[in-house]
């Protein structure tokens, strides 16, 4: 589904809706269109030829001598996306991994459209990046991510702490998990606490073992789980009411790690099962 056309030509509309839509009127970063910065109290004599856009005229009426504004040098907008590689979000129907790359390529599609430099981390074994500055990348960015593979336990904090240590410039950044990892608020911590303006996204899944299979584990009685992270397996009885209880206790910890997240006021976003994967693109975009 990654690399079917009718996902490039979603892309494609969200880049042509990017550069339509104004940046929202908020502080936060995230697919902002770069802007010319002032720097206050930075001013200089007026000469001529100067752009008369930047005259300070308040401090004419004050002084009666023409000054003009210093454009602020701003480091150039970057968006950084971390992609939970964990082995749980390959599991479900759809999983969690299908719906967080389709999320990312769409952040990525209104990003580059509004000339913000994007870094699309896979926090997976091993870690891995690529980088896009035009959407005419795109296509080569959903290849990368179709070329990906969840398995084990994942490597968010880790990627995260490399994020912090080789982007030149801090910006925003967003995390995107299923939210099993135990290491998801710790990762988004570790980014604010390094200058960056986290967002976790967490991407749900409509049913956490296929219907076929989950019938076949309701007549045999038994089932062989294995833990997609650890390795860890155990035999269990299995069937309608105990895969409805596995339900309730992953809704229950994507909860409880959602209430963690509010009270150390990172921000948040969920896309579900059944949601277009532009959900949270176009939430962005509207403010």
């Not at 339509?20 to 930075?42: D, M």
């Not at 290491?183 to 911590?189: G, V, Y």
């Not at 948040?268 to 959900?279: G, K, Q, S």
Request: net charge positive; charged share 25%; with cysteine.
């Amino acid at each position: 589904m990654l690399t079917d056309p009718q996902t490039l030509t979603r892309l494609e509309r969200l880049v042509s809706l990017a550069r339509r839509v104004a940046s929202p009127p908020s502080k936060r970063r995230l697919l902002r269109r770069p802007g010319r910065g002032i720097e206050p109290g930075a001013r200089r004599d007026y000469t001529p030829g100067d752009d008369v856009r930047l005259v300070d005229w308040p401090a004419f009426a004050r002084l009666e001598r023409l000054l003009v504004k210093v454009p602020e040098d701003l480091p150039e907008p970057r968006l950084d996306l971390i992609v939970d590689g964990s082995g749980s979000t390959g599991r479900g129907d759809p999983t969690p991994h299908l719906r967080a790359c389709l999320a990312t390529a769409a952040l990525a599609a209104c990003a580059v459209a509004r000339e913000v430099r994007t870094v699309v981390w896979w926090a997976g074994a091993p870690v891995a990046r690529t980088a896009l500055h035009r959407p005419g990348e795109l296509v080569s960015l959903l290849r990368w991510l179709a070329d990906r593979e969840p398995g084990g336990g994942g490597a968010l904090e880790s990627t995260c702490t490399q994020v912090s240590e080789t982007a030149s410039s801090r910006g925003s950044a967003v995390l995107l998990s299923d939210g099993l990892c135990p290491s998801a608020l710790p990762a988004a911590l570790r980014l604010r606490n390094a200058g960056f303006e986290p967002l976790v996204v967490l991407a749900f899944t409509a049913a956490e073992v296929a219907p076929d299979l989950a019938s076949a584990a309701d007549q045999a009685g038994l089932a062989h789980i294995v833990d997609a992270e650890t390795g860890a397996s155990r035999q269990v009885p299995i069937g309608y009411l105990t895969l409805r209880a596995a339900g309730e206790a992953r809704a229950r910890r994507s909860r409880a790690l959602l209430a963690r997240l509010h009270e150390r006021k990172i921000a948040t976003a969920t896309l579900a099962a059944e949601a277009p994967f532009e959900d949270v693109a176009l939430g962005l975009l509207r403010g």
